[in-house]
């Protein structure tokens, strides 16, 4: 039987409804299902990018913050020693007996051992002792770190562990020596002795001191204290920690023979600081520069920078309405975000603004980190900037006075 074209037109149209349900069940469907499945694992893996990268933004947060605790335990060690080293510390005493003009009569020195630190009593009992604030803070930060390197892998009692951990109270160390010493001079003698030992790079605690007079002279004993803490970063203490105790220092005997001469003598009031700046070699493990006001807990206002070069900072200090305010910036980051206006409003510790600057000397020819401060003073204060233990050869950081009166010191 012949078909007619009507039926051949239906057979056709048949035939192609077959071939697209055979190719929607068996091949578009499969691939719909795949498409649906890669879909699926898509939404997962980006909401992990989104984790990842929320875990990013939060560590570069810590590291931050960790590096700013690096810089606040570097300022408050670095005129600690790093170690007690008896015949060291012996030839470093009677190098101030040389200068000074004293003669010392007789030492008695103590058997160093590791002390815990207690906290200082103050009529604020409230206040804590500042390095065990800050080792706990650091303990802390680390701690946050770590666990959230492990988030991904391990996600129980995360919370309660941490409970532990902050309730286990901290008691920093330190290595404490103690040495007497029995001496006689002339009064200006005597003055620049306790002014030697109260300006030497390293903290000396003179803890009790006592004063006769006799005839023209001076006679006394004081007891002087060292602590030495282990440090981050030792290069500021490589001079102390390299020497070699074969060769020959000093005098054969540190007692006697010392000629009492008249000499001058300087006195240094201690400065509360606004704002506190170091400044290390690129090899530290701090950045090279870092720059924020001083006692700010939350951190928010330190700018850093790791430069192997020399970093340029903008620091403005303004006064508008009776109020004060200050903003800075680096080649990187600024304080405030948003740079425009007078910036943030501080009150001024003393009658004049602080600034603190730690530097550190070159350990190579190739260590060419430092700072070139652009200071702007806009306000009726004097502005004092304290440079310390900046190399006197070539040092790291200079400061530019680009308005107001602006003192630099140099120690």
């Known amino acids: 039987m012949k078909a007619t074209k009507r039926e051949k037109i239906l057979l056709i149209i048949l035939l192609i409804v077959a071939l697209l349900g055979a190719y929607y069940k068996f091949i578009f469907s499969v691939r719909m299902d795949k498409v649906k499945e890669l879909q699926d694992k898509r939404d997962k893996y980006n909401v992990e990018i989104q984790k990842l990268n929320n875990n990013v933004v939060h560590e570069k947060k810590l590291n931050k913050e960790i590096k700013i605790i690096n810089s606040k335990i570097y300022e408050n060690v670095i005129e600690l020693f790093p170690s007690i080293k008896e015949e060291k510390i012996i030839v470093i005493l009677n190098d101030m007996i040389e200068k000074s003009g004293v003669q010392c009569d007789s030492f008695s020195i103590s058997k160093p051992e590791v002390q815990k630190l207690k906290e200082e009593q103050k009529k604020d009992n409230t206040q804590s002792f500042l390095l065990e604030g800050i080792v706990k803070e650091y303990k802390a930060l680390d701690e946050e770190k770590s666990s959230n390197k492990n988030k991904s892998q391990q996600n129980n009692n995360k919370e309660n562990n941490d409970k532990e951990k902050d309730n286990k109270k901290v008691e920093p160390e330190a290595e404490k020596m103690t040495i007497g010493i029995n001496f006689k001079g002339s009064y200006d003698n005597v003055m620049k002795f306790i002014d030697e030992i109260t300006n030497f790079n390293n903290r000396i605690v003179i803890k009790n001191i006592s004063l006769t007079a006799d005839e023209s002279n ?192 140099r120690k």
């Open 218 to 409: 001076l006679a006394g004993n004081l007891t002087l204290e060292f602590y030495a803490v282990p440090k981050l970063s030792i290069e500021e203490d490589s001079e102390y920690l390299k020497w070699d105790f074969k060769n020959e220092y000093g005098k054969i005997n540190p007692f006697f023979d010392n000629t009492i001469g008249k000499a001058e003598v300087v006195t240094e009031s201690k400065r509360n600081y606004d704002f506190s700046m170091n400044v290390v070699p690129i090899s530290s493990d701090l950045p090279t520069v870092i720059l924020g006001k001083t006692k700010d807990s939350s951190k928010k206002s330190y700018v850093i920078s790791d430069n192997p070069g020399i970093e340029s900072v903008e620091l403005y200090i303004t006064e508008a309405n009776g109020k004060y305010y200050y903003k800075y910036k680096n080649g990187k980051e600024a304080y405030p975000a948003d740079f425009n206006g007078n910036g943030t409003v501080f009150n001024p510790i003393e009658n004049t603004i602080n600034i603190s600057i730690f530097s550190s000397s070159r350990n190579s020819s190739e260590d060419l980190a430092g700072a070139s401060v652009k200071l702007y003073n806009n306000t009726n204060k004097e502005v004092i900037v304290d440079i310390k233990y900046d190399d006197k050869n070539k040092p790291r950081v200079s400061v530019i006075n680009k308005s107001g009166k602006i003192t630099v010191n």
